[in-house]
């Protein structure tokens, strides 16, 4: 079993800034990926960034250089630091964890969400 629990949403005005927290725990043998996800009311869910263990990360275009994720391998946590917010940035973030549960292969795991809202 492997939990992905996301933290650190809330409502934030335009502009403002928030920090999100993702920490995953159980019996995870190895983790080589973790990132962020984003769905908007009616909207598909979209990308948002990635980390992998060797630190690369990548980035949608509509966030890059307003967003950081950052990672404490140690810890099996990622963060995404969100500043500069805009209203478009509202949705349920959630949080991915790709890593190998032995003995099943490499699999991809997601948590339950946070909750973004941006508006004044």
């Known amino acids: 079993q492997v939990q992905v629990v996301e933290s650190g949403g809330g409502l934030v005005q335009p502009g403002g800034s928030l920090r999100l927290s993702c920490a995953a725990s159980?019996?995870?043998?190895?983790?080589?990926?973790m990132g962020w996800y984003r769905q908007a009311p009616g909207k598909q869910r979209e990308f948002v960034a990635t980390?992998?263990?060797?630190?690369?990360?990548n980035y949608q275009d509509s966030v890059k250089g307003r967003f950081t994720v950052s990672r404490d391998n140690a810890k099996n946590t990622i963060f995404l630091q969100m500043n500069s917010l805009k209203p478009e940035d509202s949705a349920v973030y959630f949080c991915?964890?790709?890593?190998?549960?032995?003995?099943?292969?490499?699999?991809?795991?997601w948590g339950q969400g946070t909750q973004v809202t941006v508006s004044s």
């Open positions: 991915t964890v790709r890593g190998v549960v032995i003995p099943f292969p490499e699999s991809d795991y």
């Open positions: 159980g019996r995870i043998f190895s983790v080589s990926a």
């Open positions: 980390i992998t263990s060797g630190g690369d990360t």
